[in-house]
C-alpha cells in the first residue's frame, strides 16, 4: 500500500492535484499536465517571466513543452493499480510538517495553503479550491506554517498592498489610513518588480560565480605550475650539486700532484743550494787551515814568502745569510686558494640561488573593475613641500588654485618651479581617485618622486608631467583630452571631461583614466612597468589665475 500512494504522490500534477495528463517534464526536473503548466504560463505572460510553480526556477524566455512519453505510460500504468488507497504512515504530517487544518484524528501533511482563507489543506480538503468557482478564485501557494504573518495586525485584513515608501507590506486599510499619500502599489506588482530585480541579481551572481570559478581554475593551474617547476628544481639542483661534488672529488688527485711535483721542484733548487753550499764550506775550511798554519810560522822572510803566494779569497755566491719565510708554504695555498677562494664562490654562489628563489613571483593580478571603483578609493592630500609659488591650497591640502601671486612659501628642495603639485602619499597596489577641475587645462598626473623640481617657470621642459618618462598625464582643455608621457602625445577623445577618474594597479603596471559623468567612460589605458611607488599630481601649462583642481572625497 506504502509503494502505491508513494506513486500517487509522484504522479500528480501539483497545479491541479489530479494524476499527470499529458505529462511535461521542465528543465528543473518537475513535472505537470500540459494544459495546467500553459495556463499557468498564460497568467505570466505580460511579466515575461516564467517561473516553475513548484520551485519557483525562473525561465527567460517561455520555454517549449514537450510530452514526457515515458512519464505518461508510467501514469497509465498507476491508474491500472488504483489511486484511491489509504494513506501511507509518510503521508500524515509530522512535527516539522504542515498539517491539514480540517482533519479531524490523525492530521495529513498539507498539500496546498490557500492565502485567502489562511489555512492549510490535505489534497481531498482541498477539493474544493479546484471545484467551487468562488474558491477557485482563491491563491494557492506551497505548505505554510506561517500564513498568520500575512494577516495585518492593525485591521485584520489581508496584507495585498506594499508601501514603497516605507518598505513594508500593507492592507487596504492601511493605504487609507496610515499609509495615505504614500506611494502604494499591490503586492503582485511589487512582487513583478521585485521578481525582475531578482532576476538580474540571479544572473550576476551567476556570473560572478562563473567568473570565480575560472579564477579558481587558473590559481589551481598555477598550483599545479609552481609545484612541477619547483620539483623541477630541486631535482636539477641536486643533479648539479652531485656533479660539483663529483667535480671537486676528481680534482682533488690533480691538486695533490700539483702540490707534490711543486714540492720536488723546490726541494730540488734547495738541494742545489745546499751542495754549492758545501762546496763552499770545505773551501772555506781548507783556507783556514792554511792560514792558520801560516800564522805559526816563527821565519819571518818564509812568513812574508808564503803569504805572497797565498790566492785571493774567491768572492762568496750567497749572502752571509739565508732568510727563509716561516714554514707554512702549502699550508698558505690551501687557506688562501681552497678554503678562501673555494669558499668565497660558493658562498656567492648560495646568495645568487636564494636571490633567485625569493625573486620567485606569482602575479595575481586582478583584473579592472568595471563598477566597483569606490572599493579601492584612495584619499589623496597635497603636499605643500611641493606645490609652486604661484598656487595656493585649501580645503585640506586637496584643493589648488592658480594666483600668479607670490605665495612667500619657504624655501624646499621638494618645490616644483613650475605650476604643479604632487600628492604626499606614495600610491601602490591597487588605487582609486578622482579629480575635478576648472579652468583652461589641467594635466591630472601620476608621477615618480625623483622627479626634476627645477627648471623654467614658464616652459615645462623635462619637468612637467608628462613631458618626461618618470610622470604619466591626461590633458584636459575645453575641447579635447590628450596622455602624454616622455613628451609623446596621443589624442583620446574629442570631447572634455571637468571631472577624471583614475585607476592605478601598481603591481600590474596597469594605469586607466576615466571621464566621470552619470557613467564611466574609459579615455585612456596605459600598459608599463612603474619600478618606485608613484605619486598622484596636477599641473597647469596654459592657465589663468582662478583655475583649480580638486581632489574628491569619496564616499
Known sequence: MAGVQLQRETFSCSICLDPLKDPGTLTCGHSFCMNCIKNHWDTEEEKRIYSCPQC??????????????????????????????????????????????????????????????????????????????????????????NLQENICPSHDKMMDMFCRTDQQCICYLCSVYEHKDHDTVSAVAERTQKQRELVLSVEEVQQRLQDRDKDMKVLQQEVEALTLSADKAVEDTDKIFTEMMHLLQRRSPDVKQQIRYKQETEVSRVRGVQKKLQQEIAALRKREAELKQLSLTHDHTQFLLNY?????????????TINVRPLRHFEDMTAAVVRGQLRDVLTQMWTNISLAVTEVDVSLTEPEPKTEFFRYSQEITLDPNTVNKWMLLSEGNRKVTVTYEDQSYSHHTDRFTVCQVMSQESLTGRCYWEVEWTGREVYVAVTYKDISRSGSVLGFNERGFGHNDKSWALVCDQNCCMFVHNSIQTNVSDGSSSRVGVYLDHRAGLLSFYRVSDTMTLLHRVQTTFTQPVYAGVSFYYSSPGDTAEFCKLE
Open 308 to 320: 805572497r803566494s797565498l790566492s785571493a779569497l774567491s768572492p762568496s755566491t750567497h749572502s752571509s
Open 56 to 145: 519557483r526556477k525562473i525561465f527567460m524566455p517561455r520555454p517549449e513543452l514537450v510530452k514526457n512519453v515515458m512519464l505518461a505510460d508510467l501514469v497509465e500504468e498507476l491508474k491500472k493499480t488504483g489511486l484511491h488507497t489509504a494513506p501511507a504512515d509518510h503521508c500524515y504530517a509530522g512535527a516539522e510538517d504542515v498539517a491539514c487544518e480540517v482533519c479531524t484524528g490523525r492530521k495529513l501533511k498539507a498539500l496546498k495553503s490557500c492565502l485567502v482563507c489562511l489555512a492549510s489543506y490535505c489534497e481531498e480538503h482541498l477539493q474544493p479550491h479546484h471545484q467551487s468557482p468562488p474558491l477557485k478564485k482563491h491563491k494557492l501557494a506551497e505548505p505554510s506554517k
